[in-house]
């Protein structure tokens, strides 16, 4: 009997095993496939899409479709070409820019938007007629250059305005260089302006090479990217526009296809068509974030023990009590009483007080200084003229537009510069002379005493800083040269005038009278004259 019950007990567990088994085989069939075949999860019916009399598709509807937007018209070769001017050669040039930071990026992006606005330009180009300069048209022209002037104008300001930042060289050379947007403007073979401005550029990039060659990498780079927009623009020029702008003979007037281009962005423009609705029987959306961790701070007792200045004043107030706490020091431990221990002991350098900085060591006195020998070379298109003290003769050079001229630590010397050059920089230098044809830029002076200038020819500007004397010599054709000192006294400019063409000596001012006007609300700057 025992036995037979266990028979049924063996033969239950395995019928139960075998059903468990066929249990798990259904379930496992009746599993949804992947919503990423859709040919499949079609054929797949599930107990919800069972008892609906029509079956849902699982595939979401279209959504409308947005209105088709006109087709863009096709931009010319010369527009595309600029473009990719645009994004490597001077997108290097502003990442190298960006690198070195502070005013350097802040003039790059000057420079970038500047070149942006010349690509407008050159678009109106191609689809306007040239606006009559000698008309009314005149003012549409000046209006499309207007933003390129601007940039222009902002570049030169960065350098202006930061005389005495140790980045004044870099700031220079962009400042001296930016002059060739103006090719747009130049009829006759304009890649010559193109690689006219990049002579002027090199007098204070090359200074920031040599300065900067062995020290630091990323300066040398950030000059080579700067030159190297310039060799670019100049081949770009040669191949598209070789005789300037040609324009559009054929086009609209300059002015409406300005103002067709500036409104076509803001017509195009459009809000984004809504996002589609989410597929049927896609994942569900994720659940909910747990609560915030709770920050469990342990909370300590106050102390009732005084701090800080309480507790010095606590300590006091015991009187006699308070130096219960100090040992009794045996005689043989005292110093003063025995002199093997004083000769022993040492200060720790740890304890040792800082020493302070040492003072600054001046600059030794030009008499003290090791004079250098003479130097007058010609490297590229750099001359560097230099220590030379009471030469007997004039010393001449035969200059060409692109060089430019440094002249440094020359005393009691006569420099002729014969033919136009780019640009001339004086610096530490005690009577010299300077005679100059014509200047393509400036004449910059740093520290120097008795200086004497004589243009023969034309020239922009003269920049005058720290001059202790100074006599400027100018021509008939010069007369509408700009002068710029600061920090300077005694300098006389002298011009021609009168029916027998007589120098007058004409001093420029070298005090100021400043005072605040409340009016204004402003400082007015008063010029002090001096009556004889």
């Known amino acids: 009997m025992a036995q037979n019950n266990i028979h049924n007990l063996v033969t239950l567990i395995k019928r139960l095993e075998a059903a468990t088994t066929r249990l798990e085989d259904i379930a496992s069939s009746t599993i949804e496939l992947p919503q990423a075949v859709p040919a499949l999860t079609a054929t797949v019916a599930t107990p919800s899409s069972a008892t609906s009399p029509t079956p849902q598709p699982t595939a979401s509807t279209p959504s409308p479709s947005a209105p088709k937007q006109a087709p863009q018209e096709p931009l010319p070769e010369s527009i595309e070409e600029f473009d990719a001017f645009i994004d490597q050669s001077v997108a290097k040039y502003v990442k190298a820019s960006n690198k070195l930071g502070g005013l350097i990026a802040e003039q790059a992006s000057k420079v970038l938007e500047g070149f942006k606005q010349q690509r407008r330009f050159l678009l109106i180009s191609t689809k306007a ?103 670019d623009l100049a081949e770009y020029v040669k191949q598209y526009f070789p005789n300037g702008i040609p324009w559009n003979p054929q086009g609209l007037p300059a002015a409406e296809v300005a103002k067709n281009l500036d409104s076509a962005p803001a017509a195009s423009a459009a809000a984004p068509p809504p996002p589609p609705p989410p597929a049927a029987g896609g994942a569900p959306p994720p659940p909910p974030p747990g609560p915030p961790p709770v920050l469990q701070i342990k909370e300590q007792p106050a102390s009732s023990k005084p701090e800080g200045m309480g507790a010095v004043f606590s300590e006091l107030n015991k009187g006699e009590s308070v130096t219960k706490g100090l040992r009794k020091v045996d005689k043989s431990e005292m110093t003063h009483k025995n ?94 002379s300077l005679v100059v044809d014509s200047l393509v830029s400036t004449v910059d002076v740093v520290k120097s005493s008795n200086f004497a200038l004589q243009v023969m020819g034309t020239l922009p500007t003269i920049l005058l800083d720290q001059l202790d004397g100074a006599q400027i010599y100018l021509s008939k054709e010069s007369t509408s040269t700009r002068i710029f000192s600061s920090k300077s006294a005694s300098i006389n400019v002298n011009v021609l005038s009168g029916p027998d063409d007589d120098y007058k000596e004409i001093p420029l001012p070298s005090q100021i009278c400043s005072y605040y006007d409340e009016e204004k609300g402003d400082m007015v700057n008063e010029i002090v004259d001096h009556a004889g």
């Open 129 to 231: 007629k040239k606006p009559d300069l000698t008309g009314s048209e005149m003012v549409v022209y000046q209006e499309l250059l207007k933003p390129i002037n601007e940039a222009l104008m902002a570049v030169g300001s960065i350098k202006e305005s930061n005389r005495g930042s140790p980045v004044f060289s870099q700031l220079s050379a962009v400042a001296e260089g930016i002059m060739v947007l103006a090719w747009v403007t130049v009829d006759n073979k304009p890649y010559k302006h193109v690689e006219e401005s990049l002579g002027s550029a090199q007098f204070f990039g090359n200074r920031v090479l040599k300065e900067h060659k062995d020290k630091d990498p990323d300066q040398v780079e950030w000059v080579q990217s700067f030159y190297q927009v310039f060799r």
């Open 339 to 432: 002199p093997s221990l004083r000769a022993g002991s040492t200060v720790s350098d740890s304890s040792a007080r800082g020493k302070s900085p040492a003072p600054g060591k001046k600059p030794k006195p030009e008499s003290m200084r090791v004079k250098k020998p003479p130097k007058k070379e010609l490297d590229g298109n750099k001359w560097t003229i230099e220590n030379f003290d009471k030469h007997p003769t004039p010393i001449e050079i035969e200059a060409e537009m692109s060089h430019s001229i440094l002249i440094s630590r020359c005393n009691q010397t006569t420099i002729i510069v014969k033919g136009k050059a780019n640009a001339v920089t004086i610096e530490n230098t005690q009577r010299l």
